[in-house]
């Protein structure tokens, strides 16, 4: 059975950090890619970085892009997300994807596995 974690989200203040990490388990992800994806309350859940099975390839929205970095550790089958300078608009539950079947990382039914997700909150 395939499992996604997630930890590490939590209550930071404007202009924080925090890093997200994803530990599967039940299979490996070595050559697959892996992404996170956000959820604010009302809203879509969106894609905020993707990153290919040897991580030399790497995607962001254009949100994030500058203050996120997506990494990965294949050896430990796990993602990570470094989240720097973090604004109120960061706020959103965070979800680690894996199993990438093809076409779009935004695409959400392309992804067959998904964590459950951990909060991220950032006061103003």
């Known amino acids: 059975q395939v499992q996604l974690v997630e930890s590490g989200g939590g209550l930071v203040q404007a202009g924080g950090s925090l890093m997200l990490s994803c530990a599967a388990s039940g299979r490996t992800f070595s050559r697959s890619s892996m992404a996170w994806f956000r959820q604010a309350p009302g809203k879509e859940r969106d894609l905020v970085a993707g990153?290919?099975?040897?991580?030399?390839?790497?995607y962001y929205a254009d949100s994030v892009k500058g203050r996120f970095i997506i990494s990965r550790d294949n050896a430990k089958n796990t993602v990570n997300l470094q989240m720097n300078r973090l604004g109120p608009d960061d706020t959103a539950v965070y979800y680690c994807a894996a199993g990438f079947v093809g076409g779009s990382y935004s695409d959400r039914r392309q992804w067959n596995y998904w964590g459950q997700g951990t909060q991220v909150t950032v006061s103003s």
């Open positions: 990153i290919r099975w040897s991580g030399n390839s790497t």
